[in-house]
Nanobody
């Protein structure tokens, strides 16, 4: 079965940086488009960045130029480098596939809190 384990969150001041990691198992990781999602309190979960199996990346407008998604297929891991963080980036961050066929079971996520 698919397992996703996110890590790297924490408390950071506005303008700071964090690097999130997501380890995946139970699937042929390299063949999937992977994404980082976030859910802020009282809001719907949203996709903020995606990376295809070939390494093409896409970003939500709200994070473009500040976040960088990458993947290491040898380690079955996807990363999210976040810089110039803003209080509105505060959320629980999750990784999952980006697919018209839906998502795998969600992991626990990792909490990012940005203080002003």
């Amino acid at each position: 079965q698919v397992q996703l384990v996110e890590s790297g969150g924490g408390l950071v001041q506005a303008g700071g940086s964090l690097r999130l990691s997501c380890g995946a198992s139970g699937m042929l990781f390299s063949t999937y488009t992977m994404g980082w999602y976030r859910q802020a309190p009282g809001k719907e979960r949203e996709l903020v960045a995606g990376v295809t199996s070939g390494g093409t990346t896409n970003y939500a407008d709200s994070v473009k130029g500040r976040f960088t998604i990458s993947r290491d297929n040898a380690k079955n891991t996807v990363y999210l480098q976040m810089s110039s963080l803003k209080p509105e980036d505060t959320a629980v961050y999750y990784c999952n596939r980006v697919s018209a066929f839906g998502s795998w079971t969600w992991g626990k996520g990792t909490l990012v809190t940005v203080s002003s």
